[in-house]
């Protein structure tokens, strides 16, 4: 089965750039889908079809996809930015998520 | 905007059936990709399955044969059925709608416990 891998954690400075990573075997050839989400909440959509934002969200998320990894760049990054967030693909019609990275803004 | 909200029970006996509800407004079910994903406390999203607008379904491998989604165009809710439960299927768990290969909108999820 596909597998995704994202590192547990990564710490950003307040108005830093913070970038999250994603890989798998051949990621390129997928289109990836980022979710954020915090506490006692459900994950929220914040890329879609590798770079593409949807309404509503900050342009200060973005992402791209080449090769075996697929990156999450959040710019500027504010307190309310710190959650976990998840990359997912589908593989043969079957969803696939990484186990996500905890984000901390020091 | 569609919204979705899960339904059911949130104890479960071990070796029984969980069975939940989605329904889902202000939008049509017969148009789309209706999933469910679970998240056990403390890890990441699990996918479970989907149903289609057409009624065509799709399941994770490692569940296909304890899992069943169905939907009921009628009332605008799809189910999902999960039979021999253990502890490990302990999770919040949350109906979502995945359009043009993207899930976009999600339940508030519902936490099911399986215990004794």
């Known amino acids: 089965s596909y597998e995704l891998t994202q590192p547990p954690s990564v710490s950003v400075s307040p108005g830093q750039t913070a970038s999250i990573a994603c890989s798998g075997d051949?990621?390129?050839?997928?289109?990836v889908c980022w979710y954020q989400q915090k506490p006692g909440q459900s994950p929220l959509l914040v890329v879609y079809?590798?770079?593409k934002r949807p309404s509503g969200i900050s342009e200060r998320f973005s992402g791209s996809n080449s090769g075996n990894t697929a990156t999450l760049t959040i710019s500027e990054t504010q307190a309310m930015d710190e959650a976990v967030y998840y990359c997912?693909?589908?593989?043969?019609?079957?969803?696939?998520f990484g186990g996500g990275t905890k984000l901390t803004v020091l | 905007q569609v919204q979705l909200q899960e339904s059911g029970p949130g104890l479960v006996k071990p070796s029984e059936t969980l069975s939940l509800t989605c329904n889902v407004s202000?939008?049509?079910?017969?148009?789309?990709?209706w999933n469910w994903i679970r998240q056990p406390p403390g890890k990441g999203p699990e996918w479970i399955g989907y149903?289609?607008?057409?009624?065509?379904?799709n399941y994770s491998p490692s569940l296909k044969s304890r899992v069943s989604i169905s939907v009921d165009t009628s009332k605008n809710q799809f189910s999902l059925r999960l039979t021999s439960v253990s502890a490990a299927d302990t999770a919040v768990y949350y109906c979502?709608?995945?359009?043009?290969?993207?899930?976009?909108?999600w339940g508030q999820g519902t936490l099911v416990t399986v215990a004794s």
């Open positions: 051949k990621l390129g050839n997928y289109y």
């Open positions: 202000g939008g049509s079910i017969n148009s789309d990709f």
């Open positions: 079809k590798d770079d």
């Open positions: 997912q693909v589908w593989d043969s019609s079957t969803g696939v």
């Open positions: 979502a709608r995945a359009a043009a290969g993207t899930i976009d909108y």
């Open positions: 149903i289609s607008y057409s009624g065509s379904t």
